[in-house]
């Protein structure tokens, strides 16, 4: 065989090769995106367990403070919670949880912990619990969104996700998108 035949030989395969890396790497971050996306479903074995489930589950025209118990804040320091977002510059907003009094502990999460001033976030979009969130950012991607403005909620919790109240008020920051 003559060096230019190898040669040619060898770039079609080349080719090949690297045809087939693009693939895998393209389909394999398809089904990716493909999973992150898609619906859990849950399967019942009988009509009272889905009638239990929807009822321990069904928060649509439930006030947002009804998920969870409330727990009165039984400090000096009463937490305070703002809320801030920016777009994001690919897609969706950067949600901003401004505290003061308060330690995100997600080590200590769903623990049966009430320790004041500490806890979570819970994320809620139009009404719909969303995320837990342990830090103080926190990406909203374009697809929890509706068009035509989106309420935008973020509840503090203690550790054992009840909601921290002031005087039975929950302590929330909200903001409109």
Same mark, same amino acid.
């Given at each position: 065989?003559?060096?230019?035949?190898?040669?040619?030989?060898?770039?079609?395969?080349?080719?090949?090769?690297?045809?087939?890396?693009?693939?895998?790497?393209?389909?394999?971050?398809?089904?990716?995106?493909?999973?992150?996306?898609?619906?859990?479903?849950?399967?019942?074995?009988?009509?009272?367990?889905?009638?239990?489930?929807?009822?321990?589950?069904?928060?649509?025209?439930?006030?947002?403070?009804?998920? *969870?118990?409330?727990?009165?804040?039984?400090? %000096?320091?009463?937490?305070? /919670?703002? =809320?801030? #977002?920016?777009?994001?510059?690919? +897609?969706?907003?950067?949600?901003?949880?401004?505290?003061?009094?308060?330690?995100?502990?997600?080590?200590?999460?769903?623990?049966?912990?009430?320790?004041?001033?500490?806890?979570?976030?819970?994320?809620?979009?139009?009404?719909?619990?969303?995320?837990?969130?342990?830090?103080?950012?926190? *990406?909203?991607?374009?697809?929890?969104?509706? %068009?035509?403005?989106?309420? /935008?909620? =973020?509840? #503090?919790?203690?550790?054992?996700? +009840?909601?921290?109240?002031?005087?039975?008020?929950?302590?929330?920051?909200?903001?409109?998108?």
């Amino acid at each position: 065989m003559d060096f230019e035949k190898f040669r040619e030989n060898l770039i079609n395969v080349l080719i090949v090769l690297v045809t087939g890396v693009l693939f895998f790497y393209v389909g394999s971050s398809y089904e990716a995106s493909r999973h992150e996306s898609q619906e859990h479903s849950v399967v019942f074995h009988n009509n009272d367990d889905a009638q239990n489930f929807e009822d321990e589950h069904k928060t649509e025209g439930k006030d947002d403070s009804m998920v *969870h118990d409330k727990v009165e804040v039984d400090s %000096e320091l009463v937490p305070k /919670v703002e =809320v801030e #977002l920016t777009e994001d510059l690919k +897609s969706g907003y950067n949600l901003k949880i401004i505290t003061e009094n308060f330690t995100f502990t997600p080590d200590k999460a769903s623990m049966d912990d009430q320790t004041q001033n500490e806890g979570h976030a819970h994320l809620f979009i139009n009404g719909e619990k969303i995320a837990r969130i342990y830090s103080t950012h926190f *990406h909203i991607d374009d697809s929890l969104l509706v %068009e035509g403005g989106n309420e /935008v909620k =973020v509840t #503090l919790n203690a550790n054992d996700h +009840s909601q921290w109240a002031v005087d039975g008020e929950v302590l929330e920051g909200t903001i409109d998108i």
